[in-house]
Nanobody, 120 residues
Framework: QVLVVESGGGLVQSGGSLRLSCATSGFTFGMYDMRWYRQAPGKERESVAGITSVGWTNYADSVKGRFTISRDNAKNTVYLQMNSLKPEDTAVYYC??????????????WGQGTQVIVSS
């Protein structure tokens, strides 16, 4: 059974920090690209940060320099360190695991999300 479970969300003041975790099981974590998305009320889901199976990272312009994505393959977990939080970072944050194998079969799993609220 594939499980993707986010945690670490909460209420924080503007300028504060949070660290989100995404614990996974049921698949070969080290072979998957991992990505954090977020969805604010009334807005579309957007990509925040991604890390490939080999550790390459990329970020949305809105979070560059403030957020850091990392992974621990021994713990099957990906993290999102969020610093200098702003009210516009308020959203539900989702973790995604994605892989396309040599047969071009696509595997995609999502967590249930964790709420982040940044007060001004």
């Amino acid at each position: 059974q594939v499980l993707v479970v986010e945690s670490g969300g909460g209420l924080v003041q503007s300028g504060g920090s949070l660290r989100l975790s995404c614990a996974t099981s049921g698949f070969t974590f080290g072979m998957y690209d991992m990505r954090w998305y977020r969805q604010a009320p009334g807005k579309e889901r957007e990509s925040v940060a991604g890390i490939t199976s080999v550790g390459w990272t990329n970020y949305a312009d809105s979070v560059k320099g403030r957020f850091t994505i990392s992974r621990d393959n021994a713990k099957n977990t990906v993290y999102l360190q969020m610093n200098s939080l702003k009210p516009e970072d308020t959203a539900v944050y989702y973790c995604n695991a994605h892989r396309i194998n040599l047969l071009k079969q696509e595997f995609d799993s999502w967590g249930q999300g964790t709420q982040v609220i940044v007060s001004s």
